[in-house]
């Protein structure tokens, strides 16, 4: 008789089905399930949110056992693998990740890693995100995240996920040894502060455009996943889709309902 807590584990990112953090997650997972499925977009696709693809086939590959790379977003990898290829036996758990970089703040509104843990969750299936943060322009801490990624899942485990929401995980920038431990943390705003747009002209002179999204200097609001991190701490931030102000829906509703 087996010893893994779950049978099925289903693993999903955004950076594609052949990046590092998919295949640590997957050493992780094993851990944990009898059995390891991953479906994956074939190629990167950060930044896509939840989008899901209802104007063009998703079309899956087979790459081998229990691992398929779909031609589509994050959140379809998903729906792919719950509605069909696991649909007579589902996930028990979805773990999406590990993200090549911090997915914190604003940053989670855009993220493909996010977006996938909330369509598991949409879908029935506990889910939960994970991102490795790092300096731009330097490569992760990996083996940050592998070594902390089993008794931080085991502590989640046990604690139990719970339900309508994903837990957003992001380990910090740090040699294994100095991370200080674990934060239950609120979203906040984090470290976006814009947009940029840099126009670049192809060889026939046509202009195309590079989007990127703007960091800044940024305050460290307590409880927030930004000030857990650059403190040391692994942070964990229940999130939901209910996005509504309630203040602003406060203030909105005794001004205009008035009217009506």
């Not at 010893?3 to 089905?17: E, H, T, V, W």
């Not at 589902?90 to 993200?99: E, F, R, T």
């Not at 701490?233 to 829906?249: D, F, G, M």
Request: glycine share 8%; hydrophobic share 40%.
């Amino acid at each position: 008789m087996s010893n893994k807590l779950f049978r099925r584990i289903l693993l999903a990112n955004d950076d594609g089905i052949d990046a590092p953090g998919i295949q640590i997650l997957e050493r992780i997972a094993a851990h944990f399930a009898e059995e390891v499925w991953i479906v994956a977009p074939a190629t990167d696709k950060s930044g896509v949110s939840n989008s899901i693809s209802l104007r063009e086939p998703v079309r899956v590959e087979n790459r081998g056992s229990r691992k398929y790379a779909v031609h589509g977003t994050p959140a379809d990898c998903v729906a792919v693998a719950v509605r069909h290829l696991m649909k007579d036996s589902l996930p028990d758990v979805l773990l999406s990740g590990i993200n090549s970089g911090s997915n914190i703040g604003f940053e989670t509104v855009l993220s493909g890693t996010v977006g996938a843990a909330m369509t598991g969750t949409l879908l029935g299936i506990p889910s939960v995100a994970l991102s490795q943060d790092k300096r731009q322009e330097d490569q992760p801490e990996w083996h940050t995240a592998e070594v902390h990624g089993v008794p931080l899942l085991q502590k989640i485990f046990a604690a139990g996920l719970p339900p309508e929401c994903c837990l957003n995980v992001n380990f910090p920038n740090l040699p294994v040894g100095e991370v200080k431990g674990i934060k239950v943390t609120r979203q906040g705003i984090g470290k976006v502060k814009g947009m940029t747009i840099t126009p670049t002209a192809d060889p026939h002179g046509e202009d195309y455009f590079w989007l990127r999204v703007e960091h800044g200097i940024t305050d460290l609001p307590q409880h927030s996943e930004v000030a857990a991190v650059a403190e040391g701490y692994i942070s964990v931030t229940p999130l939901t889709w209910e996005r509504t102000s309630l203040e602003a829906w406060s203030t909105l509703s005794s001004q205009l309902d008035s009217l009506s």
